[in-house]
């Protein structure tokens, strides 16, 4: 009875703790388009960035041992990696799912807009236009 009582204790404690950090799916939800961006442009700079380490790594393999096998082979690896990046973040996602209707709502998208135009004009943060611009229509040049 005890046993069954611990393990219990146990599984709710251990099922809080989990909750706070990760999220359960009970569906087969896909990913947000922007969590695909966000994906894709972290899996480009991690192959852009690991390419000039390669190279320097094959370069202190030839160095230290004089070994042409490892150094061409940590080579070829960094040769595809610039374009297997752009093509991994240039992909397009997951396709949309057709039973979800897609809504385009512009008022809201400029109600938007015209709110972060007027709270930037408040705040003082936008630039101020010059009080005075010299135009000479003559067409000659103004000395200064």
Excluded: C
């Excluded at 799916?25 to 994906?39: F, G, H």
């Amino acid at each position: 009875m005890f046993s069954h009582l611990f393990h219990l204790l146990r599984s709710r404690t251990r099922h809080r703790a989990g909750r706070r950090n990760q999220v359960e799916l009970i569906t087969d939800a896909r990913q947000s388009p922007l969590e695909n961006w966000q994906y894709r442009r972290t899996m480009y700079n991690w192959l852009q960035g690991s390419r000039i380490p390669i190279l320097l790594t094959a370069g202190a393999v030839y160095w230290l041992w004089e070994n042409w096998v490892i150094t061409g082979i940590l080579f070829l690896i960094s040769v595809p990696l610039p374009w297997i990046a752009v093509v991994i973040a240039n992909g397009v996602g997951q396709p949309r799912d057709p039973r979800r209707p897609q809504i385009y709502k512009p008022q809201v998208a400029r109600e938007q807009a015209r709110q972060a135009a007027h709270a930037a004009l408040e705040s003082g943060k936008q630039k101020e236009l010059p009080g005075v611009v010299d135009h000479n229509t003559d067409g000659d040049t103004a000395e200064h």
